[in-house]
């Protein structure tokens, strides 16, 4: 019998373009989810993809979808079920779980994927320069059924040193990581129904994030908080547990490795092109099964990295290459200082921040810095994690560079950039 799957999914900010690509293997330039398929963005996936559910569903998999869904269209990503009505909604992972107990337990002869979609840790909007901080930005004034709620001093929480080490900054983190806290009561939950159902050694558990931290610095960006994101795999066949490998992935491999372990031969796998006609369907990602007992994985030393700002308002497409050493960063709309996601902009933690002006630090970075960036960064990710300085214009990192540079110009072209325009006529 197939194994099961839950991808346990939370939610670090309002990104379909990010979903879009966990849902498909394929970058979003390419997937046409440019941003979010809600309001007056309107972004919507292209007709010729396929997604996850509709390629498990023809494998036999019964498929079902709790929380925040932000894709579209939905015919594009079809769930035999929408899971709904628990209390608090998506922001009570525990109820959530609850939800699922019947879908789990419903007809084990059929093997399911779960897609389970939190809105904790992601922060509200609409509360500008709102001192003292109110707890409400992160879910946290009301109550949730099954949740014990966990207060954290704000004297006391890890502020990482991309952020301002700021009373505002701090009072932030400790209502982020408070709504952290539910969904690891939600995961916990979760793993108790499926070993209730006799599943859990049959099930394999992925946990991410779609984005960074919901903080300016790492949430909307590709600098290293913003890409470093969580991924923990639990799978049935590991011999070997515990094991961290330095392997970079990409969201992009997401599918991939669920087929994979769905025994779907990716190879076999066809489609109707935009053209209508049959073909080999081709991710950009791949499975990333073999290396889960890897501590080191050789082979998988580089990654591609591709954002679009998920609202129509925020044009900024930037692309990047991370290799183990380097970072090489195309701003492609640099002429533009960078824009802002609403919830972002308000936060106290940057108000607060900008009130020393461009000169001022956030973090490690000049906020003017931040704010207004050159069309190439290239950073050495050994000697400057931080990424504060740029080294694409000093001539000792010259054949870094152009090395870089065409690598990652070949891989938007072969994975279908529309951006590729601009080497043209710009």
Known sequence: MAPDLIMHFARQQAAAASRSVILTGLHNHANGQY??????HRFHTKDSV??????LSKAGYRTARIGKYHVAPEEIYPFDQHLTGNQGGSRNPVSMAEKCQPFINKDKSRP???????????RGGGYANELPYKPNRFGNNQTYEGVKELIYDPQEVLVPDYLPDSPECRAELAQYYQSVSRIDQGLGRLVQILKEADQYENTLILYLSDNGIAFPGAKTTLYEPGMRLPLIVRSPDQSKRGIATDAMVSWTDLTPTLLDFAGIDLSRLEHNNSRGERAPYAFHGRSFLSILEKEKALEWDYVFASHTFHEITMYYPMRVIRTRQFKYTLNLAHQLPYPFASDLYEAPTWQAAVKDGMDGLYGKRRIGDYIQRPRHELYNMEADPAEIENLASNPEFERTLINLQDRLRAFQEASG???????KYE
């Open 417 to 423: 950039d529309p951006w590729v325009v601009k080497y």
């Open 35 to 40: 941003g979010h398929q809600h309001s007056y």
């Open 50 to 55: 396929v997604s996850l559910p509709t390629w």
């Open 112 to 122: 399911f994927f779960l897609y389970f979609c939190t809105s904790d840790p992601h």
